[in-house]
């Protein structure tokens, strides 16, 4: 097996791992890092196959700028959640 497949086979894992990491992680920052993440590892796949131009954009806009969007709307919504900050609350001491 030469380092081509090697890199490729890795690649595949890593994205299909952060795919389903992304659809079943329950705090949703930990969601848009595996969103970023997938977008990274489809970019390396862009690369691999010689569009160096789709891989820069997708790992600019999928991964950096897509990444970015998604966190900022989770916090807006509410919706963001840290553990730490949560269990400080329930002890009724204040956040950090």
Do not use: Y
Not at 35 to 62: N, Y
């Amino acid at each position: 097996m030469a380092w081509a497949d090697l890199v490729i086979v890795i690649m595949v894992v890593l994205v299909l791992v952060a795919a389903c990491a992304a659809l079943f992680l329950k705090n949703l920052l930990g969601a848009a890092v595996a969103t970023a993440l997938v977008s990274l590892g489809v970019s390396v796949f862009f690369v691999m196959l010689r569009a160096p131009d789709v891989a820069l954009t997708e790992a600019a806009i999928g991964a950096g700028l897509g990444g970015l969007l998604l966190a900022l709307a989770a916090r807006r919504l509410g919706l963001w959640r840290i553990e730490a900050q949560e269990e400080s609350e329930h002890a009724g001491g204040p956040a950090c």
